[in-house]
């Protein structure tokens, strides 16, 4: 208790000090102001300090000040406590115990962004879209996202329930997963068809580029040489940016891949494109859909601006900032956003997502209505929104394109609809190409 009432002093002492130097040098009316605020929260935890009816942890009280503070700005920045710091250290390299699935909240009530493959979220059949009303029976309302990690996350082999309310059901359905090591692989390849390479990215980690670029080689070694490849972003939530830029960066020569830009000069930069020795001319088309998000929409846009790859499935998620992590001296964390990303055309993915060239939907997702597909949480739905620029709203051509659907047909429904898509485009582009050849 007495370190605690020493802390405190040192505290008051400092704010006192900075107000008392503040008054005797030439301070500008709004930094003074600034430090009014400083010394309204200091008197404020020396109050909940000497009256608050049971003794006040105050490392947990300035903890839940900052986490308050942070988590109001905008649903993805964050206050970590060292704990959790760690954990999303871990988790960057692409291992660590939990569920598996990647989440953000809307209408304060936590909503999957996407769940990993492979992981015990996914074998259970939870989805994009799926709100988590419930963890180990209390509501979900009003929780931060990072103490619903903690809640999530544990020892392997311990369980967890949590109640999914889903578009369907008549009401919220509960779910027992055991938790496990989430071991992510980043990158999935193979040849399909024989002539036509598959490239899946799950997530955009730290060896995530390392991973595409070896994968691409042994493509590029291979006899017969490629047709055609396809690139697989759908369910990826995305990661780092320097993996997506890096990622992007194998399949154009020049020109700009993406631009981010903040309040800092430092914040504002340019990533470009570098010329790749062999140069990759194969077709591609590039899969996307709500679950793709951030870094896996950066990539598709960079494509897609510089006509590179045809994007094919449906709308992303609409994630178009930057979020820093900022370490703190106890070992603790700030997650905060920085800086909104561009594609090469600057367009604002933000709350808009990329527009795929040929909509196509995934077997086990439903079909949107014109106005809204309410099985999918997109950033413009999440509480707190940023607001875009003028680039805010999407074109008329941009709407239209979003409201097409594929056709009802009698013909037996494809196990992967936009996989087949993709395959059907990269064959017919080498038909036409054979067609249009001049003997």
């Keep these: 208790m007495h370190s605690k009432n020493t802390l405190l002093a040192i505290i008051a002492l400092v704010f006192s000090l900075i107000l008392v130097d503040g008054t005797r040098s030439s301070l500008s009316a709004e930094k003074y102001e600034n430090y009014e605020h400083l010394k309204i929260f200091s008197d404020a935890l020396a109050l909940i300090q000497k009256n608050y009816v049971d003794d006040v942890d105050l490392q947990e009280a300035m903890y839940n000040a900052i986490e308050g503070m942070v988590s109001n700005l905008d649903p993805h920045s964050s206050f970590m406590p060292p704990d959790i710091y760690r954990e999303m250290q871990v988790e960057t390299k692409g291992r660590f115990g939990g569920l598996g699935i990647e989440i953000t909240i809307k209408d304060d009530v936590l909503s999957i962004v996407s769940p990993i493959e492979d992981t015990p979220a996914f074998r259970a059949g939870l989805k994009t879209g799926d709100r988590i009303v419930k963890i180990e029976g209390e509501s979900t309302r009003n929780i931060s996202i990072m103490d619903a990690v903690k809640k999530m996350r544990g020892k392997p082999k311990t369980s967890v329930s949590i109640h999914i309310m889903r578009d369907g059901f008549p009401e919220p359905r509960k779910f027992t997963l055991e938790r496990d090591i989430i071991k992510i692989i980043s990158v999935r390849?193979?040849?399909?068809?024989?002539?036509?390479?598959?490239?899946?990215?799950?997530?955009?980690?730290?060896?995530?580029?390392?991973?595409?670029?070896?994968?691409?080689?042994?493509?590029?070694?291979?006899?017969?040489?490629?047709?055609?490849?396809?690139?697989?972003?759908?369910?990826?939530?995305?990661?780092?940016?320097?993996?997506?830029?890096?990622?992007?960066?194998?399949?154009?020569?020049?020109?700009?891949?993406?631009?981010?830009?903040?309040?800092?000069?430092?914040?504002?930069?340019?990533?470009?494109?570098?010329?790749?020795?062999?140069?990759?001319?194969?077709?591609?088309?590039?899969?996307?859909?709500?679950?793709?998000?951030?870094?896996?929409?950066?990539?598709?846009?960079?494509?897609?601006?510089?006509?590179?790859?045809?994007?094919?499935?449906?709308?992303?998620?609409?994630?178009?900032?930057?979020?820093?992590?900022?370490?703190?001296?106890?070992?603790?964390?700030?997650?905060?956003?920085?800086?909104?990303?561009?594609?090469?055309?600057?367009?604002?993915?933000?709350?808009?997502?990329?527009?795929?060239?040929i909509i196509v939907h995934d077997r086990n997702g439903s079909q949107p209505s014109k106005e809204k597909d309410p099985s999918f949480v997109r950033e413009k739905d999440i509480v707190l929104e940023f607001k875009n620029g003028k680039d805010a709203h999407p074109t008329d051509d941009s709407k239209k394109d979003a409201e097409k659907t594929t056709e009802a047909s009698d013909e037996p429904e494809p196990e992967d609809p936009p996989l087949e898509t993709a395959l059907t485009i990269l064959k017919s582009w080498h038909l036409l190409q054979r067609n249009t050849e001049t003997p």
Aim: net charge negative; proline share 4%; aromatic share 6%.
């Design 189 to 357: 390849s193979k040849v399909i068809d024989e002539s036509y390479g598959y490239l899946r990215i799950a997530q955009f980690q730290e060896n995530t580029a390392r991973e595409c670029k070896k994968a691409l080689r042994e493509f590029d070694e291979r006899e017969p040489a490629l047709k055609g490849l396809i690139l697989d972003l759908r369910g990826d939530p995305g990661g780092l940016l320097d993996q997506a830029v890096k990622v992007s960066d194998e399949f154009l020569d020049d020109g700009l891949i993406v631009t981010t830009e903040g309040r800092q000069g430092n914040q504002t930069m340019q990533f470009s494109a570098h010329n790749n020795d062999p140069a990759r001319t194969y077709p591609m088309v590039t899969l996307v859909n709500a679950g793709s998000a951030s870094a896996s929409e950066i990539v598709a846009g960079a494509l897609q601006d510089h006509e590179r790859s045809l994007i094919v499935g449906t709308q992303t998620f609409g994630k178009g900032t930057v979020q820093t992590v900022i370490p703190l001296s106890d070992g603790s964390g700030l997650r905060i956003t920085t800086a909104k990303y561009f594609t090469p055309k600057h367009r604002s993915i933000q709350e808009k997502g990329i527009t795929p060239d």
